[in-house]
């Protein structure tokens, strides 16, 4: 297949090939996503073939703003309402319960207009998105290409990570290509992705609160809207083998580049240390560390993650460092540890993950 690659003025084209049921990468603040029509069963069936995704694994809808939480979503907590009043547009997606429809609704929706202003098609969400869950995540996303794209496809717009199965999500065009170039009908670039990891994931179906994917909003801003949340135990600890995330995608080893991934834990210069005591091969071992501490590693291949208390730029990195591991053909990586408070969650989740929870102390 034949990718076109768009610019940032050819929004009204990515939007017409989504609503005719194609495939397009589209930027968005954290990492780069595989939209399609999130309505139309046969486009989204191609996200999880382009990316060789297990369909167990549910999608979750993009939308252009809260008001739509209404057509596509039931019990709609008041917690919602409060989270997207101070996240949305942004990093955050919300689990809510699907609307159910009755027999009657259904019929008089798929008999209604198959077109209109701003909704194509009845507003049912196909069994594919949920992977027949009773529950569906919704995002309203910040980057404004994707908030124009969705806007002007005048659906909701179901995307993953525009990544293939199992590797480190995209954050910029190039990775966008690298991977999904020849499998999709379009890529839009819109440049680097400001967040750099996924949204945050709140599960407000159940009582308190739990977040089940640390991400671009920190935790400790999630607990000012809310009383209490619960963290899901898959976001810190291997599950084990009888054990089910609440989140399907977070039992897949993930974010992972292809070789071995040691994390290190500990205060950096001591990190820094032992990666030092520990590593072998100049050619085969790389370094994942703090800017501050690169030049102890200037015989190996290094990837820098920021300024050791930047967990901002941290976050921006990770992914890439862990693309630029793999590009350099290294068979063991090496990563400090950063530290877990605010954004830290997020990125010590995806390293943590990236090395299948393979942590030392150092
Ligand atoms: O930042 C993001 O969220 C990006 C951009 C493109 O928006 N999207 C993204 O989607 O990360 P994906 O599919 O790679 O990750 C979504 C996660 C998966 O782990 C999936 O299992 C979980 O959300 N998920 C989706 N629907 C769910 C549901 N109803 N209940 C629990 N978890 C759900
Ligand atoms: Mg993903």
């Not at 525009?162 to 999500?169: A, I």
């Not at 995608?249 to 005591?277: C, F, N, W």
């Amino acid at each position: 297949m034949k990718t076109q690659l768009l610019t940032a003025n050819e929004i009204d084209r990515a939007a017409e090939i989504i609503r005719a049921g194609g495939l397009v990468g589209i930027p968005t603040e954290t990492v780069y996503g595989l939209g399609a029509n999130g309505l139309n069963p046969m486009a989204v069936r191609r996200i999880f073939q382009a990316k060789g995704r297990p369909q167990d694994n549910p999608l979750i809808l993009h939308i252009p703003d809260a008001s739509w939480l209404e057509l596509y979503c039931q019990d709609i907590p008041d917690a919602a309402w409060r989270l997207a009043k101070r996240f949305w547009p942004g990093p955050l997606t919300m689990i809510l319960r699907c609307k159910k429809r009755t027999p009657e609704e259904l019929r008089e929706l798929e008999q209604g207009p198959v077109c209109s202003a701003t909704h194509f098609g009845p507003h049912v969400i196909p069994d594919v998105v949920t992977a027949g869950l009773d529950t569906v995540g919704m995002r309203c996303p910040a980057h404004s290409m994707c908030r124009a794209i969705i806007q002007a496809a005048g659906v909701p717009v179901a995307a993953p990570s525009g990544n293939t199965s199992g590797k480190p999500s995209p954050t910029s065009f190039q990775h966008m290509l690298d991977d999904m170039e020849g499998k999709v009908d379009a890529i839009l670039d819109g440049g680097d992705c400001q967040v750099g990891v996924e949204s945050s994931i709140i599960d407000l179906t159940c009582t308190p609160p739990r977040l089940l994917r640390p991400g671009g909003i920190p935790l400790e801003e999630l607990q000012l809207v809310l009383e209490d949340v619960e963290l899901d135990p898959a976001v810190t600890r291997q599950l084990g083998k009888e054990e089910r995330p609440r989140a399907p995608g977070m039992k897949y080893r993930h974010y992972a580049p292809k070789a071995p991934v040691t994390v290190v834990r500990g205060e950096p210069p001591r990190s820094a240390q032992y990666i030092l005591d520990h590593i072998k091969d100049s050619y085969w071992d790389g370094v994942i560390c703090f800017n501050e501490f690169a030049h102890w590693f200037q015989d190996y291949p290094v990837e820098q993650l920021g300024g050791s208390l930047d967990s901002f730029e941290h976050a921006r990195r990770l992914f890439r460092a862990l693309r630029a591991m793999d590009a350099s053909g290294v068979k063991h990586i090496w990563a400090q540890c950063p530290d877990s408070a605010g954004m830290g969650l997020a990125v010590v989740n995806r390293l943590n993950k990236a090395a299948g929870f393979r942590v030392v102390d150092a």
